[in-house]
């Protein structure tokens, strides 16, 4: 892969570089940028990459919960429709109590997936307009894609169990007794038993 | 004159033949089998051969399809479309999600055993079922109309308590009816 190649990686980094500060910045490889940045850099940045920088496609906006860490990643995906090049901005907030600004007025589709994240991982959006009951029908438990949500206990206690699934059980033990493979120290924290 | 229970069992025949050849399917899906009921429907399979065909609300509506899991969500839906079906109606179990939970059996929104909150006459195995198993599936259930053995909708009017108290159970906001008529 020549220099040449990810001149137009380089060229979006070199630029945010200048203008913000990121916590840590990288080429992944061809077509893919990554930053990441603190929570009220947000909006800024995204402004910036839109409306300077091409990237005028809003993709995907998801979460990944490290409970290890105590906190929530928040992953922003842009797309530059001439350039080709995919845009991850990421930003850490702790896992209790956490708040994001809104980036709605931004792209108004970043609403549907806000609404999600808040039901489904418990993080709050600043002035987010719309009902806090999205997917799920009256759910009274903790959001259930945090991972410190026991699903297989919930499942047991709600609903019923027909016999003959006793090969069904968690994936990671049946991957370790296949592959001799070792658990790491915080999957085994939250294994289901 | 006519001995009543003699004649009653003519017109049993007559009355069951009549309804196993003209089973009119709601058109609703939930889960990811709905797909397979299009090809089952056109002319590949062709499925009005055996007088299987769409209905498109509940009260003309003789068989429920539920194709695939089913969340609790559409649980609530699902109970209420089948109350407001005229009787004799039956249930087809769709796919192996509606048995055991099929890959879904762990979900935190999926209910597991389709036969605790709705009476099943026919299950139909598979992930997903092609269409001539949907079709065996379909001819499996004319065979117990015709010898008088769909009774699903009989056993939910015996048994409705312990319907309501699974689906209860599940269904922990209930904001309609005890029964839908």
Redesign the interface.
Known sequence: MSENKLHNEQKLLDLLEKKFILKESKIRREKRVEVKVEPKEIIPVLLYAKDNSGYTAFTHMSCVDWIEDGEFEVVYILWHPEEKINFFVKTRVPRDNGTLPNIDFIWRQANTYEREIREMFGIQFEGLIGREEFI???W?HMP?MRRD?D??K??EK?????P??ED?KDVREYVQERTDEELPDFAKKYSRD | MYNDKESQKIVDIIQNYARKHSLFVLAYGTGCGAIEIPPTMTSRYDAERFGIRGAATPRQADVLLITGYLA??SL?RVIKVYEQMQDPKYVIGFGSCT???GMY?????T???LD?YLPVDVYINGCMPRPEAVIAGFVKLQKQIQAGKADGWDKYKKNLDYYKE?QK?????WVMPDFNW
């Open positions: 799920l029908e009256d009274e259930p949500f699903t297989a919930f499942v709600t609903y019923f169990y027909r003959g699934r069904a | 609790t969500k609530k048995i055991n939970g059996w762990d979900s935190y929104n209910i597991n055993v605790k699974n159970k599940v269904i922990t906001n």
